[in-house]
């Protein structure tokens, strides 16, 4: 069975992906951004995902106005880095996961949520600068990326609510993939910022935090945040933060913060920076079982299942050993 095993959030500034290509992480202004992504990319390092789901917006460079998907899933076999006006990043081609993508899509379809399906796509800083924080400078991607295209450039964007929502439903959808993956859930974009219009450089750090300390606790109030209040509080571009939300509703009720970053600013935006953790889940029930409470249990499984071991991850089709809360 595949599982989600943590969630991270990142902003996905351009400028960031500026900085590293052009080889600027050094300056003090960015090496103060870049120093709070070194201990993240240690633990993506540890974590070792077989499979990164990254929540992203696509910034005009895939979509035009002509065609805005409010979900948009990525079931390519890759995905070329866009041309965003000075060429394409130099950063490798996004390896996709078909087979799981197309799960997930068959299973959140029929689940009534009406994403899209892109078969073809290119991907922009919104994707591959997370990409660069988390995993550094590498010549491939240690691991395909399934991309999910959310709409938060065009009103109407997808409520706080929805965003959650379709996080539970792809949490479902991977726990239901039969091949032993683990599954790391990105959400991008944020925090706080308004790059045009006269409140253009807006950033709100006390909104920031504590939609931070909200994520780690108690996501249930942020979901609730109707986006007038994201763009009065976080500006207009401060929307992006919805998407954190599918992570979010993603990961387990309760999850371990590992690790927070926040800074102010990168370009023109403040950067803020989490990685949660799902518990590990317990192959075996947490209480020692009585040897009455074993033998009655071994009574009523015999007849339907004689073969079966007692316990253990076996790729074998309707096997459910682990608990799937
Ligand atoms: C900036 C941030 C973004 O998220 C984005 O998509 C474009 C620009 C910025 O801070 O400049
Ligand atoms: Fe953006």
Avoid at 198 to 216: C, E, H, M, Q, V
Avoid at 311 to 317: L, N, P
Wanted: charged share 25%.
């Amino acid at each position: 069975m595949a599982r989600i095993i943590a969630g991270v959030t990142s902003s996905h500034v351009p400028a960031i992906g500026a900085a590293i290509d052009n080889k600027k992480t050094e300056e003090p202004y960015w090496k103060r951004v870049f120093s709070g992504f070194v201990k993240s990319k240690e633990w993506m390092a540890d974590a070792k995902p077989d499979v990164v789901i990254a929540v992203y917006n696509d910034h005009a460079s895939a979509f035009s106005v002509e065609l805005i998907p409010t979900f948009a899933l990525g079931c390519a076999a890759e995905f070329p880095p866009a041309d965003e006006g000075w060429g394409p990043r130099p950063v490798p081609v996004v390896k996709g996961h078909p087979a799981l993508a197309s799960h997930i899509a068959q299973s959140v379809i029929l689940d009534e949520f009406d994403l899209t399906i892109v078969n073809k796509m290119e991907v922009d800083h919104g994707l591959t600068v997370p990409l660069n924080l988390m995993f550094g400078s590498p010549t491939e991607w240690p691991c395909p990326v399934i991309p999910l295209a959310v709409n938060v450039v065009m009103y109407p964007p997808p409520t706080g609510h929805r965003c959650y929502m379709l996080g539970r439903a792809i949490r479902k959808a991977v726990q239901s993939y039969p091949e032993d993956l683990r599954v790391v859930i990105m959400g991008t974009g944020g925090m706080s910022h308004q790059i045009s219009g006269p409140r253009a450089g807006l950033i709100n750090s006390k909104f920031d935090k504590a939609y931070l300390d909200g994520l780690t606790k108690d996501p249930k109030k942020l979901i609730r945040i109707p986006h007038v209040e994201y763009m009065r509080e976080a500006g207009a571009e401060g929307i992006e933060m919805v998407m954190w939300l599918v992570m979010r509703g993603a990961l387990d009720d309760k999850v371990k913060e590992v690790y927070r970053f926040y800074t102010v600013p990168a370009s023109n935006t403040a950067v803020g920076h989490i990685i949660l953790e799902n518990a590990e889940r317990k192959i075996k029930s947490r209480r020692p079982a009585s040897a009455k409470g074993r033998a009655a249990r071994a009574k009523r499984a015999a007849p339907r299942a004689p073969s079966l071991p007692a316990s253990g991850g076996g790729k074998g089709r309707g096997l459910v050993v682990r608990s799937q809360r």
